[in-house]
Structure formats: structure tokens, C-alpha cells
């Protein structure tokens, strides 16, 4: 059966350190694989689009990869601070299909 | 700013009442989506639309209609509100292309009584 998986158990990572998020999934061909950072009782926010011919994305302190034969995401914060901390959500657009597949997310605690 | 907005944060509604939900973007997306949101099962998505007056099933259609008479606008109706539709929803709108984000509004948080 097709299915995105993140890691359920919330994550605690010291102020500083870079916290590493796993997104994987099974039996889907991605065309895109997206991060959303999803606070408290609000909606999702966009973060990194990574695209299957793509193994790594930058922007600022976050980096995503991407490994289509693992069938694997990354996400990755450095130098963490407390206010990294959210639930962080993996997106798979798959190529043969127009929506969005979204994981249960992993909850990131950054303690100071 | 582009912005999705959502009728309310906060709805009590009874069982067997028809419930409305209302989302409009002002980013003229063509794309609009309805989710709801329960802990530990994610995001799973109840309809889309590509177009006005188009929609699609998603994964949990059952006990949901919509509507999408403007192109800013996509309606999320419970025909008959159940306990089992207390929930988080959320509306989404993205561009064309479907590799392009999705912007979310801020949720309304329905509880059936």
C-alpha cells in the first residue's frame, strides 16, 4: 500500500544543535516533496519544494534532501533556536496524481 | 501578503445540522482544497477544485458536499453534522502548477455536539 511516514514520536534537540526530520515513504513516485512548518491551532506554512531530479535545497538555516532510491526526505535545521519549535510536516506530489499526499508530522521541541 | 481566510476559528454546531464552511484566497489560485486535521491521522484531504464549478473527491468525501461558484471562493458543506465530523478543517489554495505551494487559512476548529 502507498504511504508517507514521519517519524511520530517528537523530537527534542538542544538550542544550537541541528535537528534532522525524516519524512519516507512507500510505493509512490514523487514528482515533489514539500515541507510545512504547522504551528498551534494554525494552518501550514510552506517552507522547501524539492524536485526528484534534486538532491539537496538550501534556504537559510534549513536544508532538505532528497534520496529517490531510500525513498527518503531530510529536513534539517542548524543552529536551532527555541523558536524552531513546531510540527513540521513532509508533502509528496506524486507524479501521476494532481494532489498533495501530507504526512502526520513530527513535533520538534528546541530547548534553550 | 497573500492571504486565505476562513469563516470561523470556532464553530459549535448539533448533530443533524447542515454546517457551512467558507474559504476565500485573494492570490486568484486556481486550485482550492478543503482538509480536516485529527491528531495522529494528519491532513486528509475531503474535496478539491481545479476550477469554478469544478470540484473532486479526495480521500474522505462521505458526509461532505462543496461548492465553487466563484474562483476566490470554496464552500464546505456537512449535509448532516455527526459527533465523528468534530474536527480541525482547513482550507488551501495554490497556483496551476501542482508542484507550487499550498497557502493555508487558519483553520476552523467544528465541534458537533
Known amino acids: 500500500s502507498q504511504k508517507i511516514e514521519q517519524n511520530s514520536e517528537a523530537l527534542n534537540i538542544q538550542e544550537g544543535k541541528t535537528a534532522t526530520l525524516t519524512c519516507n515513504y512507500t510505493?509512490?513516485?514523487?514528482?515533489?516533496l514539500q515541507w510545512y512548518r504547522q504551528d498551534p491551532g494554525r494552518g501550514p506554512v510552506f517552507l522547501l519544494l524539492?524536485?526528484?531530479?534534486?538532491k539537496e535545497k538550501r534556504k537559510e538555516r534549513l536544508k532538505v534532501t532528497f534520496d529517490t532510491t531510500l525513498k527518503q526526505s531530510l529536513f534539517h535545521i542548524t543552529a536551532s533556536q527555541p523558536a524552531d519549535s513546531a510540527t513540521y510536516l513532509c508533502?509528496?506530489?506524486?507524479?501521476?496524481?494532481?494532489?498533495?499526499?501530507f504526512g502526520s508530522g513530527t513535533r520538534l521541541s528546541i530547548r534553550p | 501578503d497573500v492571504k486565505v481566510t476562513q469563516s470561523s476559528r470556532y464553530l459549535v454546531k448539533r448533530t443533524g445540522e447542515k454546517v457551512f464552511l467558507e474559504c476565500v484566497q485573494d492570490?486568484?489560485?486556481?486550485?482550492m482544497f478543503w482538509y480536516r486535521q485529527d491528531p495522529g491521522l494528519g491532513l486528509r484531504l475531503i474535496y478539491f477544485?481545479?476550477?469554478?464549478?469544478?470540484?473532486e473527491k479526495g480521500d474522505i468525501p462521505e458526509g461532505y458536499s462543496v461548492s465553487r461558484e466563484k474562483k476566490e471562493r470554496f464552500s464546505l458543506i456537512l449535509e448532516s453534522a455527526s459527533t465523528n465530523q468534530t474536527s480541525m478543517y482547513l482550507c488551501a489554495s495554490s497556483g496551476r502548477d501542482r508542484g507550487l505551494e499550498q497557502y493555508f487559512g487558519p483553520g476552523t476548529r467544528l465541534t458537533v455536539t
Open positions: 508533502a509528496l506530489v506524486p507524479s501521476s496524481a494532481s494532489k498533495i499526499i
Open positions: 477544485s481545479y476550477d469554478v464549478k469544478m470540484k
Open positions: 510505493n509512490y513516485s514523487p514528482a515533489y
Open positions: 492570490m486568484d489560485h486556481e486550485n
Open positions: 524539492i524536485r526528484e531530479n534534486e
